[in-house]
């Protein structure tokens, strides 16, 4: 289906109470080509700055990137980027 999303949830990238170092070493090694051209969501309790990082590592790659905030609530998208 062309409008299907990937959710990616970080409480299963990294532990919870993560710190940035960690955080960064494991993104840093996460292989991401399975990524590439899909839209994705990220989901999960992290801090903001854990979804801005692994925002970083896959922003180049994929059509469309959108935040799940709100999560135990059915989860609201807040679309961040959307390629052309």
Do not use: Y
């Not at 109470?17 to 292989?31: F, G, L, Y």
Request: proline content about 7%; aromatic content about 8%; charged content about 20%.
């Amino acid at each position: 289906m062309a409008n299907e999303k990937l959710t990616i949830d970080l409480n299963e990238l990294f532990p919870p109470r993560s710190s940035p170092e960690a955080v960064a070493q494991k993104i840093q090694s996460w292989d991401i080509a399975h990524l590439k051209g899909k839209a994705v969501q990220l989901k999960g309790c992290s801090p903001t700055w854990a979804h801005l990082m692994v925002a970083g590592k896959i922003f180049s790659i994929v059509s469309s990137l959108d935040f799940l905030m709100d999560n135990a609530k059915g989860g609201v998208p807040i679309p961040i980027f959307k390629s052309s």
